[in-house]
């Protein structure tokens, strides 16, 4: 019903940029009345929240381990939400996943449970 497709992940050294980007595709309800969110997940580690941005982008959430590095934005006619990570740090290390929730909601959701489809991942790896 629902496709999201991560891209952009790679190896980077401590300090440098990565432009995460997601592609929607499948569904029938307007992209822009979605929630979207990028979550990471380290190995042996549970899904964490990173950011996420309502559905105009009027909103958005940004985790403490990231706020003023990482940036959330989203485009509605190409269906596309990005994030961009600048200063990276080697514990940014991760798989990093993009989510989509159906319902409108005036938060943003920070679990993963509230999400209702996610991307297959792209992995990020910094080395310091």
């Known amino acids: 019903q629902v496709q999201l497709v991560e891209s952009g992940g790679g190896l980077v050294q401590a300090g440098d940029s990565l432009r995460l980007s997601c592609a929607a595709s499948?569904?029938?309800?307007?992209?822009?009345?979605?929630?979207m969110g990028w979550f990471r997940q380290a190995p042996g580690k549970e899904r964490e929240f990173v950011t996420g941005?309502?559905?105009?982008?009027?909103?958005?959430n940004v985790a403490d381990a990231v706020k003023g590095r990482f940036t959330i934005s989203r485009d509605n006619i190409k269906k596309m939400v990005y994030l961009q990570m600048n200063s990276l740090k080697p514990e940014d290390t991760a798989v990093y996943y993009c989510?989509?929730?159906?319902?409108?909601?005036?938060?943003?959701?920070?679990?993963?449970?509230?999400?209702?489809?996610w991307g297959q991942g792209t992995q990020v790896t910094v080395s310091s």
């Open positions: 941005i309502n559905w105009n982008g009027g909103r958005t």
């Open positions: 499948g569904h029938t309800l307007a992209f822009s009345t979605v929630t």
């Open positions: 989510a989509l929730r159906w319902n409108p909601i005036l938060t943003i959701p920070i679990t993963p449970n509230e999400y209702d489809y």
